[in-house]
């Protein structure tokens, strides 16, 4: 490719450098070979607030990870020193993707190299700093795919139901992972974004997305055997779930064995499924230590909570239930769950309505929508000491093209660095836990669909890839009736799906497997549909949660819409229930 800038329009850009020829030959010595770095004059700002118009080279460079190639984009700023300072190295990710930190790139995306900490000219230069980066890059790639809610979803629904994990190996699970019923393929660029990443395959390293793995291996390394004896109330399952923890007997490490006080039940799963399920609810509502929107849940701040330990003791439940193949929380604040792991969260498009708090709502909005100098002058003036008070003490000393940044900082103080003790401690309950916290935070991306909502509404391709037939022979009388009953269940899924019953896919999930969600290592067994011979005419379906077996009766077309819905209702009367089979 030739050159679209000559030495001399260089030069006219570099006036105020002061080795100008110097800085040009090199710039040249690299775009030769790497033409789409882009020479681009730009302003800087650093650390103290301060500006400068500097020389960038902005665009892709080509790595080689797993044999294949892919170009991940970088900034390369020379200071007007140069060479006698090193550059200053970032990677700049599009919207679609997302920075790995590592040893050599922070959150923010800032590079540090040991050929950058011993910079020394003339023995350094330009040429040999890129090869270094495409050479580090090419060991520990820095960015990988953005994950989209859908591709999280399909990635944890093809993880679980389809396998039943005693007779699944991790080898299996590697070779899912590589076949890409994990992972998935690699997305490649839109074309809006060709100009900055030039058909760019993202990298969305397999280890990020093998939740599967992670927590079957953190499983084997945590589970003891032998059971500890949970007896709760359904209507006061947190209590006394809170209640059993201080027994002497009890251990983390042992399998529940949950039993119902008044249902009759024996524990082969199914009790334990929906003991987690109600006491993840009851944690993430009731316990006073999170606060906000129902899915995007924040830290309370609650001194007499935190002197007594009750955010250690919510990381404690929440490993506690992951462990045994439960749900998570599932519904922190996204843009929390990623600060928390050491992430970059953008933070600028922050919905502060997502702030439990009327006045802090009230104050985000002010600086969110000042966009002229007399509303900055009035915002410095109503509300500078209290943007200080929030650890921004340069309010008074910024300009109007701050406001951004300034809205940032607030957010993150008010969702993270206020709540900071709280998380803490939160954190170290889960760890007390087998160190679940440090497996959240290395494979963070994995564990999305654990602690943040990211499932929407399960849709009904989704559903019916969950379970399978019990079919009677072909052919059979009662092979024709079955089909007679399965053309009113489809009915039934449809008006689902439709939004023309109160019954959502959720609670059929719930009523069938005592699960809302697809478990994170999958269920036990496939879900599975069977048949009965109704005896008289009152006979409802039913469900076995700890076979997972749905029961329906055979040659019921009309009415199987209705008898459901009875089922699925009077199922979720705990004072009544006679639809489902805890046993």
Known sequence: MALTINENVLRRMLKSYRCKDLTVQEIINVIILYNSLKPVMELYVFNDGSSRELMSLTGTVPISYRGNTYNIPICVWLLDTYPYNPPICYVRPTSTMMIKTGKHV???????????????????DLFSLIQVMILLFGEEPPVFSQPTTQTLYQAFQTAGPTADPSSTSSGDLRQRAARGSLAGSLPTISSEETDKAQ??????????????????????????????????????????ALTLCKKSYFSWKR??????????????????????????????????????????????YDLSALEDGKYRTAGMLIAWSVLHNGP????????????MCTQKADLQHFDFHDIPNEKVQSNLQKIQQCVTEEQFMSLCSELGDWISDCGVPRIFTAKIKDIPRIFEQVVKYYIYFRTASVIHQFIEGMNICGNLWSQVERNWVAFLPIF??????????SFKGLYKMSWSPQGSNQRRREEETMFGWEMFLIAIQEKATDVTFKDLLVFWTGM????????????????YER?????????????????????????????????????????NVKGTIHC
């Open 199 to 240: 058909s760019l395959e993202y990298i969305r390293l397999q280890e990020e997305l093998s939740l599967c793995e992670i927590l079957e291996t953190f499983s084997i390394k945590n589970k003891e055997d032998g059971s500890t004896p949970v007896v709760v109330r359904r209507k006061s399952v947190l209590k006394d």
């Open 255 to 300: 399998t529940p064995h949950v039993e119902f006080i008044g249902e009759e039940a024996a524990d082969f799963g199914g009790p334990m499924k929906e003991f987690f399920r109600l006491l993840m609810m009851d944690v993430a509502s009731t316990y006073g230590v999170f606060e906000g929107p129902q899915d995007k849940l924040l830290f309370t």
């Open 535 to 575: 005896e008289g005419s009152s006979r409802i379906p039913y469900a076995s949660t700890c076979s997972l077996t749905l029961f329906l009766p055979r040659g019921v077309e009309e009415e199987m819409d209705a008898l459901l819905t009875i089922a699925i209702k009077e199922s979720f009367d705990f004072e």
């Open 328 to 339: 998570g929380i599932r519904a922190l604040h996204p843009a929390l769950f990623q600060i």
């Open 516 to 531: 809302d969600s697809v478990p994170s290592l999958g269920f036990s067994r496939q879900p599975v549909i069977e048949f």
């Open 106 to 124: 922070d959150a923010n995306g800032k590079v540090y190299l040991p050929y950058l900490h011993e910079w020394k000219h003339p023995q350094s």
């Open 452 to 461: 943040t909502n990211t499932s929407g509404e399960m849709s009904l391709s």
